[in-house]
């Protein structure tokens, strides 16, 4: 059945990074640690997060780009110069913060091009996705697409069949990866 | 004032099943009586959509029962937007009570429509929960239990099998990847199950030619047969029918959607009747 849903600009920030957290845990597979670390002076961080054996610097835009980049870049600065202090904190065996971390940004909005900006124009790892939440505030919905960067478009992309698998929940078929790309080759030739 | 219970309560259904110009089953436009429907279990599910397969397993024991077949649920269902009572609140027997066990729905003239609310375990081999169950389909006289599935793959690898499965899917690549995937289970599990494929909305595509593609390559890979029933429609009258409650079969006023859902339904009763007729008993 088709639900027409209708995109909302959540006003609460706290909502609105508690929302992405949850997708950052069970969408992106990330291990959240802290939220909120720092402040607009020395630069903060909505979300710390690890995974992959990376820290991740999450910034949530709910206002003006702009304005979350400044605070990224600022958390940025601030995480180089807190890491060892960050590392004896939230460190554990596992888990190091110590290292050149990922900088995500997830924003409502972009403008055209941004992915080829930040590529030229900075050094660090950056992660882009775009969000929208749909619904209500009482019962938002949450939906997350990454920017593909330029040059690499979907269909260029080499899918991760372990991935596909595990996103339709047909990992027990056993499906090979022969039959899976034999399968979408039918398709694409019929 | 007294609330009484409306004798009135079913009138526009009654017209709507009555003076339909669908044959009732058993019975072709020319008077002749077809064999009867083969008795049977019949398992749904729609893995991209648990909403739209409670919303197609309760239009589509209604369409059997306005044909004179005696059919119930089994609702594996466990998210709450898969299960079917909702669907069908308006209608059920007692509406409103909270009552434990099987819940029914009567409408004048047509066999009870049974629907009964189970955990997945019930239904997995070696439960032996038909067997067990008091209200086998056979003592009660059932023709044909439709298992609202759990859409999964577990659930497919651990339960009873069927004799018919009947997968709804989208068109896209992915959607039609996992649907093979589902039918190579099926397949494993139940090789003599027959499997159906109606495609959720399809509009603007060359359906019979995915389907084509998608059955070519279970045939050559499984050896394997797939049946086509055709595409759902999505319209107003189906936001209607899920938002008052109302299963789009008993909607009076006919729409694309439920022309395509009746269809659907006669293709799936036809096939399998055809079948039957080709099965020797």
Redesign the interface.
């Known amino acids: 059945?088709?639900r027409v849903l209708t995109s909302i600009r959540l006003t609460d920030t706290a909502q609105a990074i508690r929302i992405c957290a949850r997708w950052l845990s069970e969408g992106l597979g990330l291990k959240v640690l802290e939220y909120r670390i720092g402040n607009v002076f020395t630069g903060s961080i909505d979300i710390l997060a690890t995974g992959a054996g990376r820290v991740h610097l999450v910034t949530v835009n709910t206002g003006r780009l702009g304005d979350a980049l400044l605070e990224a870049l600022t958390a940025y600065r601030w995480y180089l110069e807190n890491r060892e202090f960050l590392d004896r904190v939230y460190g554990t065996e596992g888990i190091s913060l110590t290292g050149e971390p990922v900088l995500v940004l997830l924003s409502n909005e972009y403008p055209p091009e941004i992915r080829s900006i930040f590529l030229q124009g900075l050094k660090v790892e950056f992660r882009l996705f775009k969000y929208l939440v749909m619904g209500s505030e009482e019962a938002p919905e949450l939906y997350v697409e990454e920017l593909i960067p330029p040059g690499r478009s979907e269909e260029t992309r080499v899918p991760d069949l372990d991935e596909?698998r595990r996103?339709?929940?047909?990992?027990?078929?056993?499906?090979s990866d022969e039959?899976?790309g034999?399968?979408?080759a039918?398709?694409?030739a019929? | 004032m007294k609330d009484r219970p409306k004798l009135g309560r079913g009138l526009s259904d009654v017209s709507r099943c009555f003076l339909s110009g669908s044959p009732q089953y058993g019975q072709h436009h020319d008077g002749n009586t077809s064999p009867a429907f083969t008795a049977g279990t019949v398992g749904i599910l729609s893995?991209a959509?648990p909403?739209?397969q409670a919303?197609f397993t309760a239009n589509l024991v209604l369409e059997m029962a306005r044909r004179r077949l005696a059919a119930r649920i089994w609702d594996y269902a466990t998210s709450a937007d898969a299960k079917v009572t909702p669907l069908m609140r308006s209608l059920l027997e007692g509406h409103g009570t909270e009552q434990e066990g099987p819940v029914g729905i009567v409408l004048y003239g047509l066999p009870r429509v049974e629907i009964l609310d189970r955990a997945p375990e019930e239904f997995y081999a070696g439960t032996k929960a038909r067997e067990a169950a008091p209200d086998a389909a056979e003592s009660e006289g059932y023709a044909v239990t439709l298992v609202n599935a759990r859409p999964?793959?577990?659930f497919i690898?651990k339960s009873e099998p069927v004799d018919d499965f009947l997968i709804i899917t989208r068109t896209d690549?992915?959607s039609?990847?996992?649907t093979?995937?589902?039918i190579?289970?099926m397949d494993v599990r139940s090789r003599s199950s027959t499997v159906w494929v109606v495609f959720d909305?399809g509009e603007g595509r060359d359906l019979q030619?995915?389907f084509?593609?998608?059955a070519?390559?279970v045939t050559r890979?499984l050896e394997k047969s797939i049946g086509f029933l055709g595409a759902l429609v999505?319209d107003e009258s189906?936001?209607h029918s899920?938002r008052d409650e109302k299963p789009l079969v008993l909607l009076s006023r006919p729409s694309a959607a439920s022309e395509a859902l009746t269809g659907i339904c006669s293709r799936f009763m036809d096939g399998r009747q055809q079948k039957a007729g080709e099965t020797p008993s």
């Open positions: 059945m088709m596909i996103e339709l929940g047909i990992e027990q078929a056993g499906l039959e899976i034999d399968f979408l039918a398709l694409r019929g | 893995p959509s909403s739209m919303f999964d793959i577990e690898m690549e992915m039609l990847l996992q093979y995937a589902f190579k289970v909305e030619r995915i084509d593609v998608l070519g390559f890979t999505h189906l936001e899920i």
